[in-house]
């Protein structure tokens, strides 16, 4: 079992940036492909990025492709999402999220909220 707790979110204008962290307890965080979602008001919660256990394949929705990159650290147990050109539309609660190999993903952190400003 993991728990997640994510950091980092806060309000930017747009064009600028903000670098997401989840903190994963339990010692076997190598073992679990970590995504990042979000959830705008009135939307339903979207895939946003993810990397697998190893950290050797990541993938992205297509509208944050070459803005937003995934990353992680085993050692330190943390999972980042460095936001670029951020736009008004990236506006939203952002959570991380883990599985182990094809199941879905079954461990959530509690958000943290992103508010990019126009």
């Known amino acids: 079992q993991v728990q997640l707790v994510e950091s980092g979110g806060g309000l930017v204008q747009a064009g600028g940036s903000l670098r997401l962290s989840c903190a994963a307890s339990g010692r076997t965080f190598s073992s679990y492909d970590m995504g990042w979602f979000r959830q705008a008001p009135g939307k339903e919660r979207e895939f946003v990025a993810g990397?697998?256990?190893?950290?050797?394949?990541?993938y992205y929705r297509g509208s944050v492709k070459g803005r937003f990159t995934i990353s992680r650290d085993n050692a330190k147990n943390t999972v980042y999402l460095q936001m670029n050109s951020l736009k008004p539309e990236d506006t939203a609660v952002y959570y991380c999220?883990?599985?182990?190999?094809?199941?879905?993903?079954?461990?959530w952190g509690q958000g943290t909220q992103v508010t990019v400003s126009s």
């Open positions: 990397i697998t256990w190893s950290g050797g394949v990541t």
């Open positions: 999220a883990a599985k182990i190999g094809a199941q879905e993903y079954n461990y």
